[in-house]
């Protein structure tokens, strides 16, 4: 009898992991670029991402076949980490003289979605949501997950993510309004640092050779 996907990353299948990697790392990737709004933090978070996934495939339970609110939760988490590095970067930034900046096209990256000036102040205005409510609504509305998917990859009940994407869509309408009018913080340009990391996300094939 032949084994399921989740069978087969679940017992360390290369080519199944490699699939996934195919079908997933895209839409990863957009998500990644619209919660960090930089593309270069995607790259690693995807890369991480499924780095992360192979090292926790043994504990991949039964279940359905469809994998991706497992492999999107470990994204939340990363993400998580990444925005807690990101902010002490950003610190330690703010510390240097200033360098040659180059505009950020990661609205462009995201299939236009908004302009840069309506990506910057949606993004502004997540981060004065909760954390849970913020991660509901990127998970649902940016990454597409349906209310049960979002609810396995956070670990919490689907009536729970209705509540919080209800609260986050509300509270979000005032908030960009807010953000849209009030403009870029001062000194906070939307833009990536030349000389920065350019290197594209490998497949997980060449990582595990």
Same mark, same amino acid.
């Given at each position: ?23 997933? $790392? @895209? ?11 930089? +593309? ?13 996934? +192979? ?6 339970? %039964? ?6 609110? +497992? #492999? ?15 902010? &002490? ?23 236009? #979605?908004?302009?840069?000036?309506? #990506? ?7 981060? =004065?949501? &909760? ?10 509305? +940016?990454?597409?997950?349906?209310? $049960? *998917?979002? $609810? ?9 993510? =209705? ?11 005032? #908030? $960009? ?7 870029? %913080?001062? @000194?906070? @340009? ?12 490998? *497949? ?6």
């Amino acid at each position: 009898m032949e084994l399921s996907r989740r069978a087969r990353v679940r017992a360390g299948d290369q080519r199944a992991f490699g699939d996934l990697f195919d079908e997933e $790392a @895209g839409d990863l990737y957009r998500y990644a670029v619209r919660v960090s709004g930089d +593309w270069a933090v995607a790259e690693d978070v995807v890369q991480l991402t499924f780095l992360e996934a +192979w090292r926790l495939r043994g504990k991949l339970r %039964e279940g359905e076949e469809d994998l991706r609110p +497992w #492999l999107f939760g470990i994204a939340a988490n990363v993400l998580r980490n990444t925005t807690r590095a990101g902010r &002490r970067h950003r610190a330690a930034m703010a510390r240097l003289p200033a360098r040659e900046v180059v505009p950020d096209f990661a609205d462009e990256l995201v299939g236009r #979605l908004d302009d840069s000036a309506q #990506l910057a102040a949606a993004r502004r205005a997540l981060t =004065r949501l &909760r954390k849970a409510e913020r991660e509901v609504f990127t998970l649902c509305v +940016w990454a597409g997950l349906d209310y $049960a *998917s979002a $609810a396995e990859a956070l670990g919490v009940p689907i009536g729970t993510v =209705r509540s919080r994407l209800s609260r986050a869509r509300t509270r979000l309408r005032g #908030l $960009a309004a807010e953000e849209l009018r009030r403009g870029p %913080e001062p @000194g906070g @340009g939307g833009g990536q640092v030349r000389g920065g990391r350019t290197e594209a996300v490998r *497949s997980i094939r060449e990582t595990n050779r």
